[in-house]
């Protein structure tokens, strides 16, 4: 952590007070009406909602959202590779929402889309996933797009040909346990699954830690989830 201390008179400024000051000044540099951001950055907006006050004598609207975790079930970022982009092909789109944890519906469910969430208790995960998948992917490609890439979905994966829709996931982890736990709640999670030999490598079991990972193979996580590595 920054340790090193400003001190203007009596004011001690450190890194902790500096960065919501100069992040809510950007609110006052572009003159905006309304910040969108996640929950986690409401105090640094509401800084800039004071300062706009302060320094340009106005309002500044603050909306906040709840944070939606990435594939894994981490806060999203591109370097994870755990992100479900706008502009993903309907493929990619319906693949990744498919490659969720169960734990994950009810937050995308609430959070993504306007269905009854009264639904949530009456359908199975695999079905709820379908559904949320269609779902999204039918508001950024359309009614047609969704129900083309969803028989897809469902002819391929009960073949278990799944090549097609598994999203891709850059890492620069070269061995499978390494891999495993971003993709993973915990390191300890990732080592049960691959002692249970629930894991899977180009269609084989693998329950060595070690063993490398070549660049495109197809990864299957426990019995729902499967990915295709990007190495980097």
């Known amino acids: 952590m920054f340790q090193e201390r400003i001190r203007r008179g009596d004011t001690v400024l450190t890194h902790e007070t500096l960065y919501p000051l100069f992040q809510g000044y950007d609110s006052v540099v572009m003159d905006v009406d309304l910040e969108i951001g996640g929950t986690d950055q409401t105090f640094n907006m509401l800084i800039g909602r004071e300062l706009q006050k302060k320094m340009a004598s106005r309002d500044k609207y603050v909306l906040s959202t709840p944070?939606?975790?990435?594939t894994n079930g981490k806060p999203m970022s591109k370097t994870s590779g755990n992100c479900i982009w706008l502009d993903d092909s309907p493929q990619d789109m319906f693949g990744k929402i498919m490659s969720i944890t169960d734990t994950?519906?009810?937050?995308?469910?609430?959070?993504?889309?306007?269905?009854?969430?009264?639904?949530?208790?009456?359908?199975?995960?695999l079905?709820?996933?379908?559904?949320?998948?269609?779902e999204i992917v039918k508001m950024y490609h359309g009614q047609q797009a969704a129900q083309k890439t969803q028989s897809e979905f469902e002819s391929v994966y009960q073949k278990g040909e799944l090549t097609e829709y598994a999203p891709e996931v850059?890492?620069?982890?070269?061995?499978?346990?390494?891999?495993?736990?971003?993709?993973?709640?915990?390191?300890?999670?990732?080592?049960?699954?691959?002692?249970e030999g629930a894991v899977e490598v180009d269609g084989q079991t693998v329950k060595e830690a070690r063993a490398l990972l070549k660049n495109g193979q197809l990864i299957r996580i426990g019995k729902k989830k499967f990915v295709k590595v990007v190495i980097k």
Do not use: C, H, M
Request: glycine share 4%; proline share 5%; aromatic share 8%.
């Open 67 to 70: 944070l939606i975790l990435g």
């Open 104 to 125: 994950q519906i009810g937050e995308y469910w609430l959070n993504l889309t306007d269905l009854d969430p009264q639904e949530l208790k009456s359908l199975k995960p």
């Open 127 to 134: 079905n709820t996933k379908k559904k949320l998948a269609f």
């Open 170 to 195: 850059v890492t620069k982890a070269r061995e499978l346990l390494e891999f495993l736990k971003t993709q993973e709640p915990s390191a300890s999670y990732a080592k049960r699954l691959l002692k």
